[in-house]
């Protein structure tokens, strides 16, 4: 089976970093588009970030845009999103999935567990 196994959630204050990772198994990393999505408590999920990995392409939600960079190590099949000046509405659970911008068009089916980010004082 592809396994997709986020990491590197955890607790941040207000203007803090954390860099997530994807590592993704038995899955043609270099022939897909990679996304991160969010989803937090009692919310639709909100796509992210996109990385587009032959063309190196990437793309960024509004509300992430300036603050999140989408990068991936094809070498490793990981993907990652480094998180920067972190606010309190970006607190969610972190998955990664295979797709580009336009993968919630499709009901959302994470196909990992996903990471814990909380924003918080």
């Known amino acids: 089976e592809v396994r997709l196994v986020e990491s590197g959630g955890g607790l941040v204050q207000p203007g803090g970093s954390l860099r997530l990772s994807c590592a993704a198994s038995r899955f043609p990393f270099d022939d897909y588009a990679m996304s991160w999505v969010r989803q937090a408590p009692g919310k639709d999920p909100e796509w992210v970030a996109g990385f587009y990995v032959q063309s190196g392409n990437t793309y960024y939600a509004e509300s992430v845009k300036g603050r999140f960079t989408i990068s991936s190590d094809n070498a490793k099949s990981t993907l990652y999103l480094q998180m920067d000046s972190l606010k309190p509405e970006d607190t969610a659970v972190y998955y990664c999935?295979?797709?580009?911008?336009?993968?919630?068009?499709?009901?959302?089916?994470?196909w990992g567990q996903g990471t814990q980010v909380t924003v918080s004082s």
């Open positions: 999935a295979p797709g580009g911008s336009t993968l919630l068009a499709d009901p959302f089916n994470p």
